[in-house]
């Protein structure tokens, strides 16, 4: 079943807000069966809004718009509704029942500009929004369906999961749909889809593959659109253990996590401690493990060490070591590692060192050279990498890679 | 003039992708006085695309798309461009030249998936990619123009500010437009634009004014559309020093540049060096510090105290205060801003130590409270904020409430 989105702002288009809420609803969507097949940020005009709606009622059964239900005079969905569908705006006691209850403890009584809130088109049918101002309209027009909501994106999640989903599962029979993503790191997507091509081609035409490339990494997607449950999962299993085959080595997940939820799940799982060390990474494994709430349960800390004395003086890297190899080498990054296990007393640890750029390359150690060591009751493992010539992808790959070794390595032990 | 966005790719309409490109260029060509008009995103069939390009053509005379320029067969973009223009695919030796410099040494030869990329419609002009193999594709069509770019953000980012931007500069007349960037701290939008109607009230009319909101602080951005630059300037100016004469106070920078960079700034400026302890912050300031190429010129490193245990033993901070005055406080935020001073000798140092929640709070300290320290040769500052219950912002507002601290007292000290 089709869906498609409509997102209505001025803000949106000039870049001063980023449209989360429409990724956020065709993935609700999506798990339950709906398709969007088109989202479309248009300007707050009645002429605009008016225009699309009608090219999206053309294609589409099902049409959800977010945006332009504000109190102020900028915003002008509804009274472009109430044209739309030639009725006319009129008082609705639950839609100021709602606004009243909602404002209630938060202001003095209620203004004029939001006592017009409470005016909606008199075709619709109003749904509860426990968590704003501004009304939530359902529409029925000719078999099909608009929804209008807030762009606040509480407010339009608390609709489109309380109601707006629920009453068009029950409106309209979907298929239902199985995701399965695959993650691989280490293998560009050009050379892995060469290696894939075969499995591809056994892949059930029930079953379509998307190829979702980040840098240094390929995210795999399976999607089965099936009545028969049973069998797709059989099939999706198959699919996966075939994969394995092939390019196991570099599957790190069967799921569609970050890599610092998944090093999370394995430190929690196995109530394992970490630290940190890290000089070209400047602090972002540190900030990507404690993004993460609860991170106090495994991550005890780390060493910022930019600069050569920091290596030397906080972490006791052998300053031979430092001056006759560099600070981007083999010795250097593993005593980071084990220093920084040591000093914090963790079961793990990251480090890592490298040229992120764009100066301080040389010959021998171009721009993008990155040593990460990793240490645990195994010892200590290094690995040299080069992530070319970007310092925010350099800094971004060192992290990920850094947090993949580790998690590698724990998986491997079981 | 007017721009279209076309947005090519499933993963955007199933919400595996959140499409932060359209923002990011809605801004870009917003800045040079393109108005983009609509966004939309659609599925990778050769059927939606041409549709979705004709809708867009009849309204517009730039339509600007991403994605769908991959090298595996889900990726048709190239083939629908080059039947849509009645065009065909022919190898062009640019393209494939950008694609093997940028794969040299990241691969062991170019196997044929890259190699097709090297095939463009023939009616096309290849406009270099330097950080990626997808070619980046120029059409002109009948007066109007199409650029295809690949949907990977740094590619699309290069190639529009490189190439696409400043040829479409060339080609369409925008006006001269002249933006001044104000940024101010510590108001809520509201409050501010109540203190600010009468100063609106007195802008000319060729000059508009936009609120741009983040967590904590506002952008104030005139936009002078003129022929005549020194009236603009004039006018500027005067504005810029009749808000200083309402909000002096609060304001912090008069370019748009990150505090990260403006912190950068003053520190190279100044040839001082600066350290950082951080506890909820994690790394954050670290790695906002560290993303700026030279920052080893004044960064030195930093601890990463998550741990009550990390406080104590390698920042030696008091026991007593960690037990009886806690974690989050004042004597123990100071304590660690002059210890990780001294123990990596800079001039300044930068401390955090806060609930970030969501778990963590109580009715004294609630999750978002947050105690920031500097120290320099003014000794040590501190204060006590409270930036609300969710963790990423109050991640992100510590982080740059504290940078911000510092770089108010270094200015204040001239």
Same mark, same amino acid.
Not at 43 to 71: C, H, W
Not at 198 to 221: F, H, Q, T
């Given at each position: 079943?089709?869906?498609e989105?409509?997102?209505?702002?001025?803000?949106?288009?000039?870049?001063?807000v980023?449209?989360?809420?429409?990724?956020?609803?065709?993935?609700?969507?999506?798990?339950?069966?709906?398709?969007?097949?088109?989202?479309?940020?248009?300007?707050?005009?009645?002429?605009?809004?008016?225009?699309?709606?009608?090219?999206?009622?053309?294609?589409?059964?099902?049409?959800?718009?977010?945006?332009?239900?504000?109190?102020?005079?900028?915003?002008?969905?509804?009274?472009?509704?109430?044209?739309?569908?030639?009725?006319?705006?009129?008082?609705?006691?639950?839609?100021?029942?709602?606004?009243?209850? #909602?404002?209630?403890?938060?202001?003095?009584?209620?203004?004029?500009?939001?006592e017009?809130?409470?005016?909606?088109?008199?075709?619709?049918?109003?749904?509860?929004?426990?968590?704003?101002?501004?009304?939530?309209?359902?529409?029925?027009?000719? @078999?099909?369906?608009?929804? +209008?909501?807030?762009?606040?994106?509480?407010?339009?999640?608390?609709?489109?999961?309380?109601?707006?989903?629920?009453?068009?599962?029950?409106?309209?029979?979907?298929?239902?749909?199985?995701?399965?993503?695959?993650?691989?790191?280490?293998?560009?997507?050009?050379? $892995?889809?060469?290696? $894939?091509e075969?499995?591809?081609?056994?892949?059930?035409?029930?079953?379509?593959?998307? #190829?979702?490339?980040?840098?240094?990494?390929?995210?795999?997607? $399976?999607?089965?659109?099936?009545?028969?449950?049973?069998?797709?999962?059989?099939?999706?299993?198959?699919?996966?253990?075939?994969l394995?085959?092939?390019?196991?080595?570099?599957? #790190?997940?069967?799921?569609?996590?970050?890599?610092?939820?998944?090093?999370?799940?394995?430190?929690?799982?196995?109530? *394992?401690?970490?630290?940190v060390?890290? +000089?070209?990474?400047?602090?972002?494994?540190?900030?990507?493990?404690?993004?993460? +709430?609860? +991170?106090?349960?495994?991550?005890?800390?780390?060493?910022?060490? #930019?600069?050569?004395?920091?290596?030397?003086?906080?972490?006791?890297?052998?300053?031979?070591?430092?001056?006759? *190899?560099?600070?981007?080498?083999?010795?250097?990054?593993?005593?980071?590692?084990?220093?920084?296990?040591?000093?914090?007393?963790?079961?793990?640890?990251?480090?890592?060192?490298?040229?992120?750029?764009?100066?301080?390359?040389?010959?021998?150690?171009?721009? @993008?050279?990155?040593?990460?060591?990793?240490?645990?009751d195994?010892?200590?493992k290094?690995?040299?990498?080069?992530?070319?010539?970007?310092?925010?992808?350099?800094?971004?790959?060192?992290?990920?890679? @850094?947090?993949?070794?580790?998690?590698?390595?724990?998986?491997?032990?079981?």
């Amino acid at each position: 079943m089709q869906v498609e989105i409509i997102t209505i702002g001025n803000e949106l288009l000039i870049g001063q807000v980023i449209d989360t809420n429409s990724a956020w609803m065709g993935q609700a969507l999506n798990d339950e069966g709906f398709d969007v097949t088109r989202i479309t940020s248009i300007q707050d005009t009645a002429k605009v809004i008016s225009e699309a709606l009608n090219e999206a009622f053309k294609r589409s059964d099902i049409v959800l718009m977010t945006g332009g239900l504000g109190p102020t005079k900028d915003d002008i969905t509804k009274e472009t509704l109430a044209a739309y569908f030639k009725s006319k705006l009129v008082f609705n006691q639950s839609a100021y029942d709602n606004m009243a209850a #909602y404002l209630k403890g938060r202001v003095n009584g209620i203004n004029k500009l939001n006592e017009g809130q409470a005016y909606v088109p008199e075709c619709c049918e109003v749904i509860d929004n426990p968590v704003g101002t501004a009304p939530v309209m359902w529409f029925n027009h000719q @078999g099909k369906v608009l929804v +209008s909501m807030p762009g606040v994106p509480i407010e339009m999640k608390t609709a489109m999961t309380k109601a707006v989903v629920p009453r068009l599962k029950a409106l309209f029979s979907t298929g239902h749909i199985i995701h399965k993503t695959i993650q691989v790191f280490n293998i560009p997507e050009a050379i $892995l889809a060469e290696q $894939l091509e075969e499995w591809e081609a056994g892949i059930p035409d029930y079953i379509s593959l998307a #190829y979702l490339p980040n840098p240094g990494k390929v995210r795999l997607r $399976l999607t089965a659109k099936t009545l028969d449950d049973k069998q797709a999962e059989k099939d999706l299993t198959a699919l996966t253990e075939a994969l394995y085959e092939i390019i196991g080595e570099n599957i #790190y997940a069967e799921e569609d996590k970050p890599i610092n939820e998944l090093l999370a799940d394995v430190l929690k799982q196995n109530q *394992k401690t970490i630290a940190v060390a890290e +000089s070209c990474t400047g602090g972002n494994i540190g900030h990507q493990i404690t993004s993460l +709430s609860g +991170s106090s349960a495994y991550f005890r800390g780390g060493i910022i060490a #930019y600069d050569n004395e920091i290596k030397a003086n906080v972490l006791k890297v052998n300053k031979a070591d430092l001056e006759l *190899k560099g600070a981007v080498s083999q010795p250097v990054v593993e005593q980071m590692a084990l220093a920084v296990k040591q000093l914090m007393t963790t079961d793990y640890a990251i480090a890592t060192s490298g040229i992120a750029g764009p100066d301080g390359g040389t010959e021998e150690k171009p721009v @993008g050279t990155v040593w990460i060591a990793i240490a645990g009751d195994f010892g200590v493992k290094s690995q040299c990498f080069n992530f070319g010539k970007l310092r925010a992808r350099n800094i971004q790959r060192s992290t990920e890679a @850094g947090m993949l070794m580790l998690l590698k390595k724990i998986k491997e032990q079981g």
